[in-house]
């Protein structure tokens, strides 16, 4: 097989220590190669030295694959210097080899010198911080919605049933009534009488809710629950306030992303963090739905098509996606989405119709990054006007259904 880089090098990295295998000609045998294996620590001092070697080697690809987080202190070092490509690692294992421990950089390293793995996406390093603040944002925020299920589960331990009544437990009313259970508050009256707002007309409701055997122990409980939603309350906002910071330079990206039905802008920071807000990185829509996981798998054989089942992709940016899909689907008939949605969800289970949008939103993205053009709705008659007679047929079929005829005359202009 030809060899495309004539130096290169892999690297098989663990916890503690890597493996680095280089592959150069051989001076004194015709096409052939020589080929050396080093280990080296993952402490900061070993991966420079690790690095002058490659240097004076003069290698001019480095593999390594993209497995766990121990790939990104020795990525980040030899980017500067080196062309560097991450491996997905399901891709290099399906190419059959020698996998060892010891064999496994040399296994990567004869198949990069070939030209056989593909890099994965691997943003720029601004792009990778801001990664790392929108992702520890949503998980401190599924962080803070569990410790609020957990409090509503001590509620019910001690028969308040104010998650009944109120939509919001951790609202405005919802706090007050809490904080005086805490302090030592036991009149259901007076607790009802905090209500706030939408609140008060349900103050009989209340009553009954808040009547149960609050006692010492779930007071106890209760100020711990929240404390550590106050904290991490207080710790989002933190997260909010930097990644608004970091997201300056794409203040105009965010701006058309918001123009999106269903794109608050929390999705448009995740999108803008995972993609990296370039759209120059995929070739196609198409491909950037693929890399997402928001298209439908394709597995065919000998005519006969097998499993259609999504890939994994991004989970961050899936989740982002989700949001959005199901806030647009809410949208009824007023947008393209929502026509879109409620199309798709009678011939197709909620979720994958759901997924549906998700592609939709995806290609809209990639349309917009890429030209720099704001969403342009089709509204959500699309689909009336693009058939007509579909649309007819389907009034006149329900119309049948509750025993009425009906008869369509155009409306003459003025």
Known sequence: MDVLHERCAALDIGKKDLKACVRTPNPGRRR??????????????????LRDWL?????????????????????????????VILVNAAHAKGLHGRKTDVADAAWLCQLGECGLLKASFAPP??????????????SLTAERTREVQRLEKELEDAGIKLSSVATDIMGVSGRAMLAALIEGERDV???????????????????????????????????????????????????????EEEMLPFARRLELLATIPGVGKGSAEVII??????????????????????????????????????????????????????????????????????????????????????????TAVWHMLADDVAYQDLGGDYYAKLDPERAMRRITRQANTLGFTVRFDPIEAA
């Open 32 to 49: 052939s190669r020589r080929q050396e294996i080093r280990t080296f620590a993952t402490m900061t001092n070993a991966l420079l030295e």
């Open 273 to 362: 963090a995972e993609t990296g807000g370039d759209m120059a990185r995929f070739a196609t829509a198409g491909h950037l739905a693929s890399w997402a996981g928001v298209c439908p798998g394709h597995h065919e054989s000998a005519g006969k098509h097998k499993s259609g089942r999504r890939r994994h992709g991004n989970r961050w940016l899936g989740a982002a996606l989700g949001t959005a899909a199901m806030a647009a689907s809410r949208t009824k008939e007023k947008t393209y989405l929502g026509a879109r949605y409620h199309r798709l969800m009678p011939r197709l289970v909620k979720k994958k119709a759901l997924v549906a949008l998700e592609h939709s939103i995806l």
């Open 55 to 83: 240097v004076a080697e003069k290698v001019t690809l480095v593999v390594m694959e993209a497995t766990g987080d121990y790939w990104r202190p020795a990525f980040s070092l030899l980017e500067d210097c080196l062309n």
């Open 189 to 243: 009256h007076t607790l009802a009488g905090m209500a706030r707002a939408r609140m008060r007309p349900k103050i009989p409701t209340l009553v009954e809710a808040l009547t149960g055997n609050f006692g010492e122990h779930h007071a106890f409980l209760y100020r711990l629950h929240l404390e550590r939603i106050d904290h991490l309350t207080e710790a989002i906002g933190e997260l909010c306030a930097r990644i």
């Open 125 to 138: 390093e601004p792009v990778r911080h801001l990664r790392d603040l929108t992702r520890y944002r949503t």
